[in-house]
């Protein structure tokens, strides 16, 4: 409501930048929390399991974030540079 409609296109393609970067970024830095908690031997007190394995999740949550928004943002790039084609295109 702020912006003109023609402005969404463009708004849209820089917000799945900005995310895309947080992602990415957080992918890299989890997956280097993972690699040294397994060096170092980090574990659970009471299961005694790696804290590798717990932090595990960050760079494959991330990760699959990262890959969905590329896909997200090349979507939008081609809607930005093409806006007469895929108007009936949905991201579902």
């Given at each position: 409501?702020?912006?003109?409609?023609?402005?969404?296109?463009?708004?849209?393609?820089?917000?799945?930048?900005?995310?895309?970067?947080?992602?990415?970024?957080?992918?890299?830095?989890?997956?280097?929390?993972?690699?040294?908690?397994?060096?170092y031997r980090?574990t659970l007190?009471i299961s005694?399991?790696?804290?590798?394995?717990?932090?595990?999740?960050?760079?494959?949550?991330?990760?699959?974030?990262?890959?969905?928004?590329?896909?997200?943002?090349?979507?939008?790039?081609?809607?930005?540079?093409?806006?007469?084609?895929?108007?009936?295109?949905?991201?579902?």
């Amino acid at each position: 409501m702020i912006f003109p409609k023609s402005w969404l296109k463009v708004i849209d393609v820089i917000s799945n930048v900005i995310f895309l970067s947080f992602s990415a970024i957080m992918t890299v830095y989890g997956t280097m929390l993972v690699l040294s908690t397994m060096e170092y031997r980090f574990t659970l007190t009471i299961s005694g399991i790696s804290m590798g394995i717990v932090y595990s999740i960050i760079p494959i949550a991330f990760g699959i974030m990262t890959v969905r928004l590329l896909l997200f943002t090349y979507d939008s790039i081609r809607a930005v540079l093409n806006p007469s084609g895929g108007e009936g295109e949905d991201h579902a």
